[in-house]
Each structure stands twice: as C-alpha cells, then as structure tokens.
C-alpha cells in the first residue's frame, strides 16, 4: 500500500500538492554583474517549503550547462539566461503569468 501525501490526502503517486504550489508562486528572474564583469541570473519567489528548489537548481543547471547554486530560497546560475528561462520553468510546470523577467 503506498503512503498517502499528509497534505492533500492522496496516495503518494497522485499527489499533487507540487503542482498546485507551482501554479501560485511569484517568481522574478533578474541579472546581476559580480566580480570581474561576470553575469549572474537571479530567481527569487519560489517557495522553498512547497517545491524542491534544489532539485529545480540541478535541472536548470543542466538545461543551460552552467554552474550555479541554491542560497536561502534564491538560485543563481552563472551566466545570463534570461531570455531561456521563462520558457524552460512554464514547460516545468510554473504558470507564465507569474514569471516576471527583468
């Protein structure tokens, strides 16, 4: 028998407790310059309790073949893949109405 999810009470399987998170996050996608003139892109607004936000940093650090990191709910990936990421995180689920990219 499989476990069942402890919030929407479905069988672990159909749980769709992350699928619904996903649908209701505010997510900004910014750039920044650091030291010696490298890029960095910025994504703030993802909830780290509801969505796995490592696991969401693994993925697009493979997608865009870049380094990057995970620091207190904020992603940073190395490189600016602005233009890139709204596309990848609406296919990965997050609606495009809440993606705001600056």
């Given at each position: 028998?499989?476990?069942?999810?402890?919030?929407?009470?479905?069988?672990?399987?159909?749980?769709v407790c992350e699928t619904i998170a996903k649908e209701t996050q505010r997510i900004r996608v910014t750039t920044?310059?650091?030291?010696?003139?490298?890029?960095?892109?910025?994504?703030?607004?993802?909830?780290?309790r509801e969505i796995d936000i490592k696991d969401l940093t693994k993925q697009l650090k493979t997608k865009f073949a870049?380094?990057?990191?995970?620091?207190e709910g904020v992603i940073e990936l190395q490189g600016d893949h602005k233009s890139r990421i709204k596309k990848y995180l609406?296919?990965?689920?997050?609606?495009?109405?809440?993606?705001?990219?600056?």
């Open positions: 028998m499989s476990e069942i999810c402890q919030v929407c009470g479905l069988p672990s399987d159909l749980c920044t310059k650091r030291k010696y003139g490298k890029v960095y892109t910025i994504i703030n607004g993802i909830d780290q870049c380094g990057g990191t995970t620091k609406v296919k990965t689920g997050f609606s495009p109405e809440t993606i705001d990219v600056k």
